[in-house]
Nanobody, 128 residues
């Protein structure tokens, strides 16, 4: 069973909005890790980059500078689901979007190596 499954991607025009979801199934992690979650994206020919982060409790969030004020990350623990509301989309947001979960206790949330589980991605395409 795949631990993380993304949905909600699609094609929109610049200025439009999309809401991504990431359904998390049961997974385990050690006491050395936390159940933080994050969204990453990878454009064609580019490295995977961190977009947004949310702590296990949901009380702490952080965003890449390029999406601050436009994207909002949230999680519903009862539904085991992570969300990314994306507004004012522009062509630079075009990428495959991935959710990630369970991170090491230390490190910068933007580091890919920190995360134990990854989804398979959902494509977001923004046309001008």
């Amino acid at each position: 069973q795949v631990p993380l499954v993304e949905s909600g991607g699609g094609s929109v025009q610049a200025g439009g909005s999309l809401r991504l979801s990431c359904a998390a199934s049961q997974y385990t992690y050690s006491t050395y890790n936390t159940n933080c979650m994050a969204w990453f994206r990878q454009g064609s020919g580019k490295e995977r980059e961190g977009v947004a982060y949310i702590s296990e409790s949901g009380r702490t969030t952080d965003y890449a500078d390029s999406v601050k004020g436009r994207f909002t990350i949230s999680r519903d623990s009862a539904k085991n689901t992570l969300y990314l509301q994306m507004n004012s989309l522009n062509p630079d947001d075009t990428a495959m979007y991935y959710c990630a979960a369970v991170c090491s206790a230390s490190g910068n949330w933007r580091e890919v190596r920190l995360y134990k589980y990854w989804g398979q991605g959902t494509q977001v395409t923004v046309s001008s």
